[in-house]
């Protein structure tokens, strides 16, 4: 497979943008690397487990000017752009009544906006190719109206997100692309608010079917599946990894 997925937010060493970085390179993609923090390191493991070829660009995502550069030299650098996870995202706590207009437009900028800049950028190639997959990271907290660590900025990005992948599937569809979106459940992340301690863990999963918070494999492997050419009838779909919590 001489294609590339390009994987934005996986500098955290205990995210999800990683674990799918290295789970899509152990299945032989290629992979390309996008995130406001160095991701060489990533870059220089995943060349040398995987003997796939792998580049690090850094970018803010809610700086589109920033991101179509970047994503210019991830495209020069690796094989043709074929697939796109959109996993750079960030919490916000902050209850509605005390939210500065600030952490709103930082959030909505990062979580919403972001996935568009590097969607259209990265849309645009495909296009060319006649071939996409796209997968962006969504939320039960859109679906739920929060009940997670984060609160309402937080739930309208991810709902956004969702809105932005069913319409992004009907006109890219005609192209070859699919997009869809997975909505994780409790992760054991950072984005959670830090490691998540034993109390916190009990508490979380009484509400879920399985009995257990997920972790980033849990997602990345959905993830995957949607790039993979046996996803290729399904698009406009939100998936959801959730241990069961949101049922609809």
Not at 48 to 54: G, L, R
Not at 96 to 107: C, D, I, Q
Not at 164 to 176: D, H, K, Q, S, W
Not at 204 to 225: C, K, Q, T, W, Y
Request: charged share 15%; proline share 6%.
């Amino acid at each position: 497979m001489n294609r590339t997925a390009i994987v934005t937010g996986a500098a955290s060493p205990r995210g999800i943008g990683r674990t799918t970085a290295l789970l899509l390179a152990s299945q032989g993609w290629n992979i390309g690397l996008l995130d406001i923090d160095p991701c060489d390191d990533l870059a220089a493991e995943i060349v040398a487990t995987h003997n796939v070829k792998a580049f690090a660009a850094t970018a803010d995502v809610s700086d589109e000017t920033a991101v179509r550069t970047a994503i210019d030299d991830l495209e020069s650098t690796l094989p043709p752009l074929a697939a796109l996870a959109n996993i750079a995202g960030v919490s916000s706590p902050v209850p509605y009544l005390e939210l500065p207009s600030a952490e709103w437009h930082r959030v909505i900028n990062i979580n919403l906006n972001g996935v568009h800049y590097v969607t259209h950028r990265i849309a645009e190639s495909m296009v060319t190719h006649g071939y996409g997959r796209i997968v962006s990271i969504s939320s039960t907290s859109a679906q739920r109206g929060g009940g997670t660590y984060s609160k309402t900025p937080y739930s309208v990005a991810k709902a956004g997100v969702i809105g932005l992948t069913r319409a992004l599937a009907r006109e890219l569809g005609p192209c070859g692309i699919t997009v869809n979106a997975v909505a994780p459940g409790p992760i054991d992340t950072d984005i959670m608010g830090g490691p998540i301690t034993p109390d916190r863990r009990t508490t979380m999963a009484a509400d879920l079917l399985v009995n257990r918070i997920g972790d980033p494999h849990d997602v990345a492997s959905a993830i995957a599946f949607l790039m993979s050419e046996d996803a290729g009838y399904i698009s406009g779909h939100t998936l959801n990894v959730d241990g069961g919590l949101y049922m609809h």
